[in-house]
């Protein structure tokens, strides 16, 4: 029992710490901060809850049409378990990357500006 609940808080806590810092990265960087949070965000929730869900339902409708129902209490506990690690690796992977990419943008400067001539003197 305390296990599922970790699994379950512990990536809702990294979801909401990694969009504080994809905040923070495209503030930093001059970017669209309300923007990239919304998509660190909205790239956690679905990979950690919707994704294990659908896999979920496919393989349902698989071990119903195959006829392996009997099965189903033995075997999909464990590959539910697989799943959602799978999903909560891939989704902080994912997060970590799209903050990274906020944080690795730099403010545009002045282009237009020429440098001075060198002197050799």
Known sequence: MLISLLIFI???VAI?????????????AGRNRIGWAFTVFGTGLILVLMLPGILGLILGL???????ADILGEYFTGIFIVMWVVAVVASLAAMMFLVGKAGMMI????ETAVPPPPTFI
């Not at 710490?17 to 930093?28: D, F, P, R, S, V």
């Not at 698989?62 to 392996?68: D, L, T």
């Open 10 to 12: 512990l990536p809702l």
């Open 16 to 28: 909401a710490i990694l969009t504080y810092q994809g905040y923070q990265a495209a503030a930093g």
């Open 62 to 68: 698989i071990f119903a049409v195959v006829g392996a």
């Open 107 to 110: 403010e545009d400067g002045d």
